[in-house]
Each structure stands twice: as structure tokens, then as C-alpha cells.
């Protein structure tokens, strides 16, 4: 069974999600899966000045894919990440859409796109952005961010209303 980071450092900004991916093999089972986040973080942005008060750092998901692979998946955000590089991605806000299934008794989806793995991460957050208040804190640094990540829908991401 092989093991996978994967890793979207992401931003928001004029109602528009930016984010790189970055996948990251896990080599050594017993290895700290958020040291290797944070490693790759500190790799992929190495003149980034951050502190526990502008960076968050959260799982958001796993998933199994064929053959034999097991991702997991983490956001890294901060207003201040330089998300320029000609491969970052954008999503319109309103266009962040999960995956969804058609078979209660199978809850992977048949297809999950990229984009659908990273809405369901960011309505993650806004539902600890609602209930976790380190969490909030950190989003609250930039007042647009904390009110566009509250405002996202929390279906399908720990809340049962």
C-alpha cells in the first residue's frame, strides 16, 4: 500500500480561490505526515515569513485510489503565501462544488476531480472556522478571508444540521 500527501497551498483573494498542488510520496511509514506538510511548505516557499498567527495547516481528507494508493490530504493557507507561478489554479468561489455519489452504500464517488477535493477541504474549514476558535483566529487575520470561509456551505464536511 503506498501513501500520498497531497498538499494544496492555497489563498483567497477577489472572490477567487488560488491554490498549488504538490504530491508528496510518503517513503517512511512511520514518518509525521503534518513534519512532511510543513517540510514541503518551507521548500515550496522558503523567503515566506509565517507564524502561528498567519499560517493554518489542516487535514482535510482521505481517500483510496487504485491501485493500492492512500491520500491524504491537507490544506496550507495563508493571505500571505506568493501563489504567482505560472501553475497555480483559480476557482471562482461560487464554483467550489463537492463530489457526490449516487450510491448510499458505496460514499466514494464514482469520479472526483481535483476541484471537488479542494471544495470539500474549504468546507472543512468553514466548519471549524464556526467551531474551533484557533481556527478562527488565524482566518480572522484578514477579515475578508474569515467572512468568505464562513460563508461557504458546510455540507459534506463534519456538520450534521
Known sequence: ME?????????????????????????????????????AFSRNFPDQTTSHENLLIHSTSWRHEEPGKFILTYLVYSDELNLSRGDAQLI?????????GSDSRTPRPTVIKESNVVSHGFRHLSFLAKNDPVIKKVLGTNK???QAVESMSMGLSGSFN
Not at 508528496?24 to 509525521?32: F, K, P, R
Not at 471562482?92 to 457526490?100: G, N, T
Open 3 to 39: 501513501l500520498y500527501l497531497e498538499i494544496f497551498f492555497s489563498r483567497i483573494g477577489d472572490d477567487k480561490l488560488l491554490y498549488l498542488k504538490q504530491l508528496v510520496e510518503v517513503q517512511d511509514g512511520a514518518a509525521n505526515p503534518d513534519k512532511l506538510v510543513y517540510e
Open 92 to 100: 471562482p468561489l461560487q464554483e467550489l462544488r463537492v463530489a457526490r
Open 144 to 146: 475578508a478571508t474569515l
